[in-house]
């Protein structure tokens, strides 16, 4: 797929070795299938591609063996120089147990989920927890998927200084007809919840490409960089966006795709939004 591939893939290597075959399975419910030795081999053979290790927290993912997958993954992330990225939502352990595991760099994603065990407690506020995951350096990433992001999870955090370190889409076949549709519409729906753009922007260039280690030669436009460009429109205008629970929110923005450059090369952008995005009820100004 990545050699095929014309957008730039930069994998996390899954602990899991089968990933998710059967929504009847979880990945890690068998502990054959978390192997230290075989995933630093992986990483080995491909350290020009591999940019960090991916764990699965979920209870339909990892069963009883919450404990040895984070542990499992952690140690290879370690031994190989780089770092984890937990997906959380469900979890069968404190999430609080979970984030204080975390390094400088390493990241947690979905964390504006509204299931159980997210970054809000019982009483609505962020968990000190987090707070203190974010001062050490642990990158808080969006991730929205099919399920794991909610408007009020999302506004409650950012009203307590909680912010995402990394906007990204966790786009797939599930939700590309909604409610993700794309990066852009992802975007926008921060632009609607009070984000600057500079903030959106940054989240979705300079903070991935420095979580991944290749701050300089991705995520800006400096001499000597990769010139891997998106141009997007800000189109102004009263816009609905929906959140992975259904819940809406109404914004004055959004981002639209126009054209791209990858390596130097311009193709017109190519992007039209799938039937059913996010729609415009007054009139658009360019």
Do not use: W
């Amino acid at each position: 797929m990545i050699e095929v591939s014309e957008t730039r893939i930069l994998p996390f290597l899954n602990i899991g070795a089968t990933g998710m075959l059967s929504a009847d399975v979880g990945e890690l419910e068998d502990v054959r299938f978390i192997d230290r030795a075989r995933a630093l081999a992986t990483i080995e053979a491909h350290r020009d591609l591999i940019r960090g290790v991916k764990v699965r927290l979920s209870r339909q993912q990892v069963g009883d063996n919450v404990r040895i997958a984070l542990r499992t993954a952690l140690e290879t992330a370690e031994a190989a120089g780089l770092p984890i990225m937990v997906h959380v939502g469900d979890t069968p352990i404190p999430l609080d147990d979970i984030l204080r595991e975390l390094r400088r760099g390493d990241v947690l994603t979905h964390c504006f989920h509204g299931r159980e065990q997210g970054v809000l407690d019982e009483r609505g506020r962020v968990r000190a927890e987090a707070g203190r995951a974010v001062g050490r350096g642990v990158n808080f990433d969006v991730g929205h998927g099919v399920g794991s992001f909610a408007f009020a999870v999302a506004r409650e955090a950012l009203a307590q200084d909680l912010r995402p370190g990394t906007i990204s889409s966790d786009l797939h076949v599930y939700n590309v007809h909604g409610p993700v549709f794309d990066l852009a519409t992802t975007m926008s729906k921060f632009l609607a919840l009070g984000l600057a753009l500079d903030d959106v922007a940054r989240a979705t260039t300079e903070t991935p490409a420095r979580t991944i280690g290749a701050l300089g030669e991705l995520g800006t436009l400096a001499a000597g960089a990769a010139a891997d460009v998106t141009l997007l429109r800000l189109e102004h205008g009263e816009f609905e966006f929906a959140d992975a629970r259904g819940d809406t929110v109404k914004g004055a923005m959004r981002l639209v795709p126009v054209r791209v450059v990858k390596n130097g090369v311009a193709r017109p952008a190519g992007l039209q939004r799938p039937r059913g995005g996010p729609t415009s009820v007054s009139r658009q100004f360019g």
